[in-house]
């Protein structure tokens, strides 16, 4: 398997970025020195989603911090449909400390890692590394000293700008797909950024055009003192970006916000040969507690199969040229993805047998406040407003105050579709045919899940179910 430059953490991730005050608490005025104004570019205006809150725990309790929103977004869709509300998604296990990891310089590990940690004890959680590292690389790109120093060892390169501008140019040019059968699917799979500037700040033209030239992003001025015009822009950007799965990603700030930098990744695609199920026919499925419930099972012909110490698994592919992998550990009951060594199962894949494959339907949306985990998978500094070093940017002091990631699944036997979205604020395969040995994964208790780009080893979703509704 070729050499991982970062992994693939489908969906938004907005960097809301914070500037250090004035003594009187103001923000810095352009007035005051500023320079490099940000190019303006008319935005579709967008009235976010209504939304209802609960409170949740606040990941940072910074002074001068954005007031980060991870409350739960329910749209009025939703309620129509009878939708699952969102999983909130503890940073920590149990809301207790988290034990810190120790960085190595492969990505994939480190995500696998991030992902065991806020999935613990929840039922159904999703997570997209490539939302995450897509907009820690925008952050990465404006960042000095040991701030740059951190996120470079996190992501797994020096250079993740220009691996993120030859992904995008693959994701654009290879992975969206009409189909000339199923007019009712899209087959695509965008990635987008944007950055969205405080307009009484000064900022950096040369990092502004970094993201332009590097990532795609679309930048825009903003007048965050008119907040529920702000909001609306905002958030409206992300509905139309990830097609109103994830409608909204913000819904408060503080009076210090300088900026906000999203990424945004949407994921839909037709099944290649679409799954086959039997309302009538329903299975057992076994919970991690060792109780079942009966439910329907899809069934189809995995295109291959993987197998090593820890799992087995099976891959099925969508038109437009990803694939879905589901992982059967071979113990039962709960379970670790690391535990299942990701890297040798991919290794292993065959296309040596018939596989016969089988699971359930999927849809759930998932909440995570990912602050203190990301403090303790090496990235504290980030989050110091002293020494937070995000000079490239601006000439005013910027450091992450909280971090955010939503995301959302609808997987049935027809096709899939996924978004998240992930917000940092800072205060931001002729001759006779030979009968093959069968093999069979039936994903009937809890099991993993991916949605993976073999052609450039990059995991764009990654799941785990052990309660599936």
């Given at each position: 398997?070729?050499?991982?430059i970062i992994s693939a953490l489908a969906a938004t991730l907005a960097l809301a970025l914070t500037v250090g005050c004035s003594e009187n608490g103001g923000l810095?005025?352009?007035?005051?020195?500023?320079?490099?104004?940000?190019?303006?570019?008319?935005?579709?205006?967008?009235?976010?989603?209504?939304?209802?809150?609960?409170?949740?725990?606040?990941?940072?309790?910074?002074?001068?911090?954005?007031?980060?929103?991870?409350?739960?977004?329910?749209?009025?869709?939703?309620?129509?449909?009878?939708?699952?509300?969102?999983?909130?998604?503890?940073?920590?296990?149990n809301g207790g400390e988290i034990t810190p990891v120790e960085l190595t310089a492969d990505n994939m590990l480190t995500s696998v890692r991030l992902f065991d940690?806020?999935?613990?004890?929840?039922?159904?959680?999703?997570?997209?590394?490539?939302?995450?590292?897509?907009?820690?690389?925008?952050?990465?790109?404006?960042?000095?000293?040991?701030?740059?120093?951190?996120?470079?060892?996190?992501?797994?390169?020096?250079?993740?700008?220009?691996?993120?501008?030859?992904?995008?140019?693959?994701?654009?040019?290879?992975?969206?797909?009409?189909?000339?059968?199923?007019?009712?699917?899209?087959?695509?799979?965008?990635?987008?950024?944007?950055?969205?500037?405080?307009?009484?700040?000064?900022?950096?033209?040369?990092?502004?055009?970094?993201?332009?030239?590097?990532?795609?992003?679309?930048?825009?001025?903003?007048?965050?003192?008119?907040?529920?015009?702000?909001?609306?822009?905002?958030?409206?950007?992300?509905?139309?970006?990830?097609?109103?799965?994830?409608?909204?990603?913000?819904?408060?700030?503080?009076?210090?916000?300088?900026?906000?930098?999203?990424?945004?990744?949407?994921?839909?695609?037709?099944?290649?040969?679409?799954?086959?199920?039997?309302?009538?026919?329903?299975?057992?499925?076994?919970?991690?507690?060792?109780?079942?419930?009966?439910?329907?099972?899809?069934?189809?012909?995995?295109?291959?199969?993987?197998?090593?110490?820890?799992?087995?698994?099976?891959?099925?592919?969508?038109?437009?040229?990803?694939?879905?992998?589901?992982?059967?550990?071979?113990?039962?009951?709960?379970?670790?993805?690391?535990?299942?060594?990701?890297?040798?199962?991919?290794?292993?894949?065959?296309?040596?047998?018939?596989?016969?494959?089988?699971?359930?339907?999927?849809?759930?949306?998932?909440?995570?406040?990912?602050?203190?985990?990301?403090?303790?998978?090496?990235?504290?500094?980030?989050?110091?407003?002293?020494?937070?070093?995000?000079?490239?940017?601006?000439?005013?002091?910027?450091?992450?105050?909280?971090?955010?990631?939503?995301?959302?699944?609808?997987?049935?036997?027809?096709?899939?579709?996924?978004?998240?979205?992930?917000?940092?604020?800072?205060?931001?395969?002729?001759?006779?045919?030979?009968?093959?040995?069968?093999?069979?994964?039936?994903?009937?208790?809890?099991?993993?899940?991916?949605?993976?780009?073999?052609?450039?080893?990059?995991?764009?979703?990654?799941?785990?179910?052990?309660?599936?509704?």
């Amino acid at each position: 398997m070729k050499k991982r430059i970062i992994s693939a953490l489908a969906a938004t991730l907005a960097l809301a970025l914070t500037v250090g005050c004035s003594e009187n608490g103001g923000l810095y005025s352009a007035a005051n020195g500023g320079q490099g104004s940000v190019n303006s570019t008319d935005s579709t205006s967008s009235t976010s989603s209504a939304t209802s809150s609960e409170s949740t725990s606040s990941s940072s309790s910074m002074e001068s911090a954005v007031q980060s929103s991870s409350d739960k977004t329910e749209s009025s869709s939703q309620e129509e449909s009878g939708a699952p509300e969102p999983v909130e998604v503890s940073s920590s296990a149990n809301g207790g400390e988290i034990t810190p990891v120790e960085l190595t310089a492969d990505n994939m590990l480190t995500s696998v890692r991030l992902f065991d940690v806020i999935s613990q004890g929840k039922d159904n959680s999703m997570f997209s590394p490539l939302s995450l590292n897509m907009a820690l690389g925008l952050l990465a790109e404006g960042a000095g000293g040991g701030s740059k120093a951190a996120l470079d060892t996190y992501l797994g390169t020096d250079n993740y700008s220009d691996f993120a501008d030859g992904y995008m140019q693959i994701v654009e040019s290879q992975y969206n797909y009409v189909s000339e059968y199923d007019k009712d699917w899209k087959n695509v799979f965008e990635l987008a950024n944007s950055f969205w500037a405080n307009n009484s700040l000064p900022f950096n033209e040369d990092y502004k055009n970094r993201l332009t030239e590097k990532f795609k992003a679309e930048v825009r001025n903003i007048d965050f003192g008119n907040k529920e015009k702000a909001l609306g822009e905002i958030n409206g950007w992300v509905s139309e970006k990830t097609h109103k799965m994830i409608p909204t990603i913000i819904n408060d700030y503080s009076d210090n916000i300088a900026a906000v930098l999203i990424n945004t990744i949407y994921f839909e695609s037709a099944w290649r040969e679409q799954w086959f199920v039997n309302e009538d026919n329903k299975q057992t499925f076994t919970l991690s507690d060792g109780t079942s419930k009966e439910i329907p099972l899809m069934h189809n012909g995995g295109d291959s199969y993987f197998e090593n110490d820890k799992a087995t698994a099976f891959s099925c592919r969508y038109i437009n040229g990803l694939e879905f992998i589901g992982i059967l550990p071979k113990q039962t009951g709960d379970f670790t993805i690391e535990s299942l060594d990701i890297p040798s199962l991919l290794e292993s894949e065959s296309y040596e047998y018939d596989v016969n494959a089988a699971m359930p339907r999927l849809e759930f949306e998932t909440e995570i406040p990912l602050t203190e985990t990301l403090k303790a998978f090496g990235l504290s500094e980030l989050f110091d407003p002293e020494n937070a070093d995000f000079s490239g940017i601006s000439e005013v002091q910027l450091f992450v105050s909280d971090v955010l990631q939503k995301t959302k699944l609808e997987l049935d036997e027809n096709g899939t579709k996924a978004a998240a979205v992930t917000m940092i604020v800072t205060d931001c395969a002729a001759a006779m045919p030979v009968e093959r040995e069968k093999k069979e994964v039936t994903l009937d208790r809890p099991f993993a899940f991916m949605i993976y780009d073999s052609a450039e080893d990059q995991i764009v979703f990654l799941g785990k179910v052990t309660n599936p509704q």
